[in-house]
């Protein structure tokens, strides 16, 4: 595996000292390869299923590798970019200011570099605590005020400490929740400390306890049974393709559940969900994709909540619009979404995925608060 990613870094080494044409061709061919690996990577964290060799190449990666990969790839498209903006320098600009801007473009290439350890070392634990007013059109006044902490997207493994989950369920309590809601991807890939992460789940306090639904790890790791038989011995109803009423007051608020939905088909999106709807009551689905937001506003769910997306984990802003690779596959990327009389909210979730890097979307613990219109 980090073959590979030595022969990026040699390559590098080789174009930036201006080496033979071919160690620049060369390491072209192996910046393109790791591209190809980053755009797999970012696929699987939105849940696509991939199959055949470069899935298998993808899938033997550990995240050290993958972040050299996006590292590499990173600094030779700015290597270019840099070497195309030099060859537009006319030959009247002087000898100080030719120097200028090659110690301009010298730290441009560093700045991949820096802004990956920067994600790695403080965006990726960088926990903050984002707390939304949510205005419900019909809410029953009973649930006016209603507190919702909205946990998702925890991936507790090699990226995610013990400790650092301690912190966030730390935070948590803090906010003294009436409900507590978590939407799944507890755990990235099969060995992870599922057990560890339901008992630290656990200890997170709300008057209503906590529900869940699973995510598409889950799937993956081939442990959806296993999170809903541990997580109900600690208290905690992980819901497939079921329903809980909750009583505040007079109010009803009714809880449905589902497995992470596969994007293809999505004909098949929420199939059967509408069953689980109660007249009367407010209804509230947890679904790990956001992207059955329409079909749950179709059937007549007030509130659907999800994860997924981590707010595509690595984002830029350029001229105020956002830009990331989730915005390639959903509309819904992070924060809160509205049809008709149907509310969605996205939270950018804890933990990472891939690589293990947050740049411009910290992770994020969600206070809901419920408002009626």
Same mark, same amino acid.
């Given at each position: ?61 550990? /995240? ?109 309590? /803090? ?27 656990a200890r997170v306090r709300a008057d209503a306890g906590m529900l869940g639904c699973l995510g598409n790890h889950e799937m993956f790791a081939k442990a959806e049974g296993a999170v809903k038989i541990a997580a109900a011995r600690k208290g905690i109803p992980f819901l497939r393709h079921e ?63 999800? /994860? ?45 995925? /891939? ?19």
């Open positions: 595996m980090m073959v590979p990613v030595a022969a990026c870094q040699a390559g590098i080494y080789m174009a930036l000292r201006g080496w033979r044409r071919w160690a620049a061709s060369v390491f072209a061919i192996l910046a393109g390869v790791a591209l190809l690996i980053n755009v797999m990577s970012s696929l699987w964290m939105l849940g696509f299923e991939l199959h055949g060799p470069f899935w298998n190449l993808l899938s033997s990666m550990d /995240g050290v590798g993958l972040t050299a990969l996006f590292t590499t790839s990173t600094v030779y498209l700015v290597y270019l970019a840099c070497r195309l903006v030099g060859r537009r320098v006319p030959d009247t600009v002087s000898p100080g200011r030719r120097r200028l801007l090659q110690a301009a473009g010298t730290l441009a290439v560093a700045s991949p570099a820096v802004a990956t350890a920067f994600g790695i070392l403080v965006g990726r634990v960088d926990f903050g605590i984002h707390e939304i007013s949510l205005a419900i059109p019909g809410l029953p006044p009973d649930l006016e005020g209603l507190r919702i902490l909205h946990l998702s997207d925890i991936h507790l493994g090699e990226f995610l400490s013990r400790r650092e989950l301690e912190r966030v369920i730390d935070m948590s309590n /803090g906010l003294r929740p009436h409900l507590a809601i978590m939407t799944g991807d507890l755990i990235s890939k099969p060995g992870d400390p599922m057990e560890e992460c339901v008992r630290q789940l329903h809980r009423e909750l009583k505040f007051g007079n109010a009803v608020l009714n809880i449905g559940g589902i497995d992470y939905q596969r994007s293809a088909p999505r004909k098949q999106y929420l199939k059967g969900a509408d069953a689980l709807l109660v007249p009367g009551a407010m209804n509230l689905l947890l679904s790990h994709n956001p992207d059955v937001f329409p079909v749950a506003a179709h059937q007549g769910w007030n509130l659907t909540l999800s /994860g997924h997306t981590h707010g595509g984990q690595v984002t830029v802003e350029i001229v105020e619009q956002t830009m990331n690779v989730a915005r390639f596959f959903t509309p819904y990327v992070a924060g809160e979404y509205h049809l008709g009389n149907a509310s969605c909210y996205v939270t950018r979730g804890i933990g990472t995925v /891939g690589v293990p890097v947050r740049l411009g979307v910290p992770p994020e613990i969600t206070l809901l608060k419920l408002r009626k219109v």
